[in-house]
């Protein structure tokens, strides 16, 4: 009997909040969704964490530093069906930052914004309004 195992890729997304409930997102300039918001995130390099691949991928995308102490988990994203590219893994992490911190769309971000909780983009891609809800429902 052959075992078939899944390629699985390893990611990971954060939530940066504001005190004053608003959420960075950046516009993704690639497929898929391309053109949809997202929260920022990547993949894990070798021989990396997730929380350090977190606070990288944040500072890549929005120009938002943030150390592994300001990073907290909220949970593991793992639908099979989650990415129309294959298996991905996300781990999620979120950190409360400053209202009024300057962000720079970098790396693959079309541009990079504060939403206000309460007026979010129609869409968001991946699972992403999914881990969005969960931080928020676990932020105090």
Do not use: C, K
Not at 94 to 109: M, Q, S
Not at 118 to 134: G, K, V, W, Y
Request: proline share 9%.
């Amino acid at each position: 009997m052959t075992e078939t195992f899944a390629t699985i890729r390893y990611t990971a997304d954060v939530v940066a909040l504001t005190p004053d409930r608003e959420v960075l997102l950046i516009q993704r300039g690639w497929p898929p969704h391309e053109g949809a918001w997202a929260l920022p995130g990547g993949h894990v390099d070798p021989g990396e964490t997730s929380l350090a691949a977190a606070a990288r991928e944040l500072a890549e995308e929005t120009g938002v530093t943030v150390t592994v102490h300001d990073l907290r988990p909220i949970g593991v994203w793992d639908a099979p069906d989650r990415d129309p590219r294959g298996r991905y893994v996300t781990v999620a992490y979120a950190a409360v930052v400053p209202a009024g911190t300057t962000i720079t769309a970098g790396d693959d971000a079309r541009t990079a914004r504060w939403w206000p909780l309460n007026n979010l983009p129609e869409r968001l891609a991946f699972d992403h309004a999914h881990i969005l809800s969960t931080a928020v429902a676990s932020t105090p």
